[in-house]
């Protein structure tokens, strides 16, 4: 009898931990193909582009810049994401909370207190870092 209850209790720890690593997994998964870092583009009506949002550091969070149609930088501070919301703490200000939504690898939606989604687009560039070789 207390051999069959080990081994239950053995199949069940098993099960958690994989349900953990497969959890874990799959959030990196999410991370990866949201590649948040890069410039971000506010899609409005009839094609119209809107504000901008910079992101940088690593997947998961960072710094970032944002600045209205206009080009005016509004604010700056850090950000980070927090189960599916995206944390955006500003120098000097109070944190905002806002829901994201992934669409497709370059197609995002972010939606405040106000539950007014807002569609950003990544800006794509073709531009490749090239690292020098270290000296021999």
């Given at each position: ?6 081994v ?5 720890i098993?099960?958690f ?52 149609k ?25 944190a ?16 405040g ?16 870092t ?7």
């Open positions: 009898m207390i051999r069959m209850s080990v239950v209790t053995l199949g069940v098993s099960l931990c994989f349900f953990l690593l497969f959890n874990r997994r799959s959030r990196r998964k999410w991370f990866e193909n949201l590649s948040l870092p890069g410039e971000w583009v506010e899609q409005l009506g009839d094609d119209n582009i809107g504000g901008r949002i910079r992101f940088s550091g690593s997947l998961e969070n960072g710094k970032f810049e944002m600045e209205d206009d080009g005016e930088q509004e604010q700056v501070g850090d950000w980070e994401i927090v189960r599916s919301d995206l944390i955006l703490t500003p120098v000097g200000g109070p905002r909370q806002c829901a994201l939504r992934y669409f497709k690898p370059g197609v995002i939606s972010l939606s207190e106000d539950e007014i989604a807002v569609l950003y687009h990544k800006v794509g560039n073709n531009v490749i090239l690292i020098p070789a270290p000296p021999k």
